[in-house]
């Protein structure tokens, strides 16, 4: 079973930084895409940040272009990829909750599969 666990959420003050991170486990023998949504309550779930895993393509939400960056480690083992979301200039409006989301390739009942994940989210809460 594939899994992402996310960490780093926290409470923080307006202007603080923050950095959250996904990691991958289970048997995936290739990572693609990883993304960080967030839901903020009463809103819908946005993207916020995309990034393909050779790092040739980056998407950013305007409403966090210049504060946010996306990144990620690779790993000879496939499995410790790790993926990143560097939080600058924290607003109170980034209050949510962040989930990381992965396309990942994965072996299920001995098949190679494509398998879209999502991680259980982390709460960050930025305080004015």
């Known amino acids: 079973q594939v899994q992402l666990v996310e960490s780093g959420g926290g409470l923080v003050q307006a202007g603080d930084s923050l950095r959250l991170a996904c990691a991958a486990s289970g048997r995936t023998f290739s990572t693609y895409v990883m993304g960080w949504f967030r839901q903020a309550p009463g809103k819908e779930r946005e993207l916020v940040a995309a990034?393909?895993?050779?790092?040739?393509?980056?998407?950013?939400?305007?409403s966090v272009k210049g504060r946010f960056t996306i990144s990620r480690d690779i790993s000879r083992d496939n499995a410790k990829n790790t993926g990143f979301l560097h939080m600058n200039s924290l607003k109170p409006e980034d209050t949510a909750v962040y989930y990381c989301?992965?396309?990942?390739?994965?072996?299920?009942?001995?098949?190679?599969?494509?398998?879209?994940?999502w991680g259980q989210g982390t709460l960050v809460t930025v305080s004015s």
């Open positions: 990034i393909t895993w050779l790092g040739d393509s980056t998407y950013y939400a305007d």
């Open positions: 989301n992965a396309g990942v390739g994965a072996v299920v009942g001995g098949s190679p599969r494509y398998l879209e994940v």
